[in-house]
């Protein structure tokens, strides 16, 4: 009979220990990294992200479903960088006044560059290719 005992031990350990590791499986999977890629490198080359239209001199759109923000600093120059915020890995809320803003913790970026203006974020914003094609703005 012991040895039936340390069979079923042997089996709850084994069961144990796999639910352990789908739970570790699981939680590795939600956790967010710098490393992974944002949504804006899911986007498929030559898509459209937006039209010239929508994008104001001296402003930007934010485009939360692609995780892309585009701005045009001065007219006719259009930009993109991830809307993902370096601080939290939150999305950034607007751009005005030549600023991207992050509302969620004041973090704000500079539209022409995506380098941080100010704090808590402390990289910059990456670089999204962009072409523009008549009046639409299209990733590279």
Known sequence: ?????????????????????????????????GDEGSDADEVESG??????????VG?????TDQRVVVTQPTEGEYRAYTAVCTHQQLLVTSVEDGTIVCANHGSEYDAATGEVAQGPATAALATVAITVDGDKILKA
Do not use: K
């Open 1 to 33: 009979m012991s040895g039936l005992g340390e069979v079923r031990a042997s089996r709850r350990i084994v069961f144990n220990g796999l639910g352990a590791l789908g739970v570790a499986v699981a939680l590795a999977g939600c956790a967010g990294g």
């Open 59 to 63: 402003g930007g759109i934010v485009l």
């Open 47 to 56: 898509a459209e992200l937006t039209t010239t239209d929508q994008v104001p």
